[in-house]
């Protein structure tokens, strides 16, 4: 499997982004796809996953009704629209796959397959 993030950019607190996964790579859409993200000094955070289906996905806490995942497996592709977004959001995001297709997983740990990484920064 492998999974590309980009979207990211400079944006001032209260914007919106959309940050897209691309991926590609034998049953790819079968996977649950994470969406993890890593400031500077911090551990890999987990931010939403999402099932093939779609269905139940899942936030942490701190993005929670702020933050919405969906994908598209026509076109292979998982999107993350970040809606008021606040300079504590200001991380590196991942998409990341665990090899699951049914589990969701928090710790960062549990991945198996990573793309590159986006930048996102918020200022106040």
């Known amino acids: 499997v492998q999974l590309q993030a980009s979207g990211g950019g400079l944006v001032e607190a209260g914007s919106s982004l959309t940050l897209t996964c691309t991926g590609s790579?034998?049953?790819?859409?079968?996977?649950?796809i994470g969406w993890l993200r890593q400031a500077p000094g911090k551990e890999r955070e987990f931010v939403a996953g999402?099932?093939?289906?779609?269905?139940?996905?899942l936030y942490g806490d701190s993005v929670k009704d702020r933050f919405t995942i969906s994908r598209d497996n026509s076109k292979n592709t998982i999107f993350l629209r970040m809606n008021d977004l606040k300079p504590e959001d200001t991380a590196v995001y991942y998409c990341?796959?665990?090899?699951?297709?049914?589990?969701?997983?928090?710790?960062?740990?549990?991945?198996?397959?990573w793309g590159q990484g986006t930048d996102v920064t918020v200022s106040a």
């Open positions: 999402i099932k093939w289906s779609g269905e139940d996905p």
């Open positions: 790579g034998r049953r790819f859409n079968e996977y649950v």
């Open positions: 990341a796959a665990p090899l699951s297709t049914h589990t969701y997983f928090i710790s960062w740990r549990w991945y198996n397959y």
